[in-house]
Nanobody, 121 residues
Framework: QVQLVESGGGLVQAGGSLRLSCAAS????????MTWFRQAPGKEREFVSR???????YYADSVKGRFTISRDNAKNTVYLQMNSLKPEDTAVYYC???????????????WGQGTQVTVSS
């Protein structure tokens, strides 16, 4: 069992930056692919970025060049550095852990509770 706790969300002006963190419990963090999803009001949850067990990174086209995902296996933590934020980035951001690196929600067994990111124009 893995428990995930996100932090770092908040209110920021367009063009600003935030860094989200997702801390995982357990000793097997390095065995999991870690992914960030987000869900905006009235919309379906969507893939944002993922990092494989080997450290390979992938991004949705909408955030490519602005967001950076990283992981620190010693700290059992995955990060999402978000720069040049836009109002359309406003959403609840969720981290997820799974055995397979995938953009599909069904690939992930463990989810955090989410953290709100609000970008004002």
């Amino acid at each position: 069992q893995v428990q995930l706790v996100e932090s770092g969300g908040g209110l920021v002006q367009a063009g600003g930056s935030l860094r989200l963190s997702c801390a995982a419990s357990g000793r097997t963090f390095s065995l999991y692919a870690m992914t960030w999803f987000r869900q905006a009001p009235g919309k379906e949850r969507e893939f944002v970025s993922r990092i494989s067990q080997a450290g390979n990174t992938y991004y949705a086209d909408s955030v490519k060049g602005r967001f950076t995902i990283s992981r620190d296996n010693a700290k059992n933590t995955v990060y999402l550095q978000m720069n040049s934020l836009k109002p359309e980035d406003t959403a609840v951001y969720y981290c997820a852990a799974g055995g397979v690196s995938s953009a599909r929600e069904t690939s992930y067994d463990f989810w955090g509770q989410g953290t709100q990111v609000t970008v004002s124009s």
